[in-house]
């Protein structure tokens, strides 16, 4: 496998003066970049224009990531050729939350076959409920393909995202590679390090991603008594006290849940993935070094899968609160995945709306406020 990462920015331009010839149908082409290349999509078109036989992927974001540094306003991409793996392209409409689960069992269904060993999804951030998403893509494909990606972003506007579909930046769609063959190895991590206060509620109603009440007690009402002076900056102060949700006081398995919007008629709190009622429910509020020690955790779980290869790439995916909550500590959790990381491993990524791994093993969940590795290798 060749990997090769550059970046473009609109003062230097591509970062490179002569990209590799590597265009095949076995490379594949991952960028992330601006919400504002809906309006002039000109850097990807010549990116794209030197690899038309190549696969293309990529979504807009909340903040570009090239090796170790953020970037605005830019476009980071990886071009890898693969010797031995097959690459195929998925895409399906999602024009609101409706829309969701079917578009994960389309694009499932798209490229399920019995040689699918992974599945790399983007998809637009703000149509889509990402629960049915993920829901939908579990539904056709075996616990043992590795499903991993995220959800594009708009900074901290949540406006307008994008995904690359036809090799355009467009609204609307849901695309996905899937990887084929024996030889490739895809490493998946997913941490948060975010602490919990506070006792843990019950969610006594809710539908979907909306959230009710907690304990029997109107949530929006319940979670102004925790924030208190931020209260008066939601929504977007909810960023940095998301929920931690568990099925039963027993369940070791957590998820993570982000504030997208508060209704103050029916004091109700809309978060970026579904909220079961009768799950549990409790607050969490930053804690600088656990979020960089998260990490480094996510890069820990991904490592086995990239030993004794030549190649790697590293695609980090981390949610945009977690960028908010850091501020000019953020770039520590890019070098923290690094370090970890085989010597020589590429890295890009994006700021994320919601990231698309496994928990830990088995099938894929949507995550919020957490640093998701995806590791893409191949054997000999």
């Known amino acids: 496998m060749e990997v090769h990462t550059l970046g473009f920015d609109q003062k230097t331009r591509w970062s490179v003066s002569h990209r590799p010839k590597i265009d095949s149908s076995r490379t594949l082409i991952v960028l992330f970049g601006s919400s504002s290349l809906l309006d002039d999509a000109g850097p990807i078109e010549e990116l794209l224009h030197d690899y038309p036989d190549s696969l293309a992927i990529g979504c807009s974001t909340a903040g570009e990531i090239l090796g170790t540094q953020i970037y605005d306003e830019s476009v980071s991409a990886a071009l890898v050729r693969l010797n031995h793996t097959d690459i195929r392209m998925a895409s399906a409409p999602v024009q609101s939350a409706d829309d969701s689960f079917a578009a994960g069992q389309q694009i499932a269904r798209q490229l399920n076959d019995a040689r699918l060993r992974g599945i790399f999804v983007l998809s637009d951030g703000l149509q889509v409920n990402g629960s049915e998403l993920v829901r939908g893509l579990n539904s056709q ?32 769609f849901v695309t996905a590679v899937g990887f084929y063959g024996d030889h490739i190895r895809i490493g998946h991590g997913s941490k948060g390090g975010w602490d919990r206060f506070g006792p843990e509620r019950r969610v006594t109603k809710s539908k979907g991603n909306v959230l009710y009440e907690l304990d029997g007690r109107p949530a929006l009402e319940l979670y102004k008594g925790y924030l208190g002076e931020r209260a008066a900056g939601l929504p977007a102060t909810g960023l940095l006290f998301p929920l931690a949700l568990r099925a ?10 982000t504030i997208l919007a508060v209704n103050e008629r ?27 020690q998260g990490a480094s955790e996510a890069a820990t779980s991904t490592k086995l899968s990239a030993n004794g290869c030549s190649s790697t790439l590293a695609v980090a995916i981390s949610c945009v609160g977690r960028r908010l909550v850091l501020g000019e500590r953020t770039e520590e959790e890019t070098e923290a995945t690094l370090d970890v990381l085989p010597p020589g491993t590429q890295q890009i990524g994006f700021y994320s709306y919601g990231e698309i791994s496994p928990y830990a093993t088995g099938t894929c969940d949507l995550h919020n406020q957490t640093m998701t590795l995806t590791t893409l290798s191949e054997a000999a």
Do not use: C, Y
């Open 141 to 172: 494909v075996s616990s043992s393909v590795v499903v991993t990606g995220g959800l594009a972003g708009d900074g901290d506007r949540f406006r307008r995202t994008w995904v690359l579909h036809g090799r355009r930046p467009q609204a609307g």
């Open 248 to 257: 039963n006081v027993s369940d070791p398995k957590s998820l993570v849940r």
């Open 266 to 292: 029916d004091q109700s709190l809309t978060f970026a993935g579904d909220i079961q009622e009768g799950t549990l429910a409790q607050l969490m509020k930053a804690n600088f070094d656990r979020l960089v």
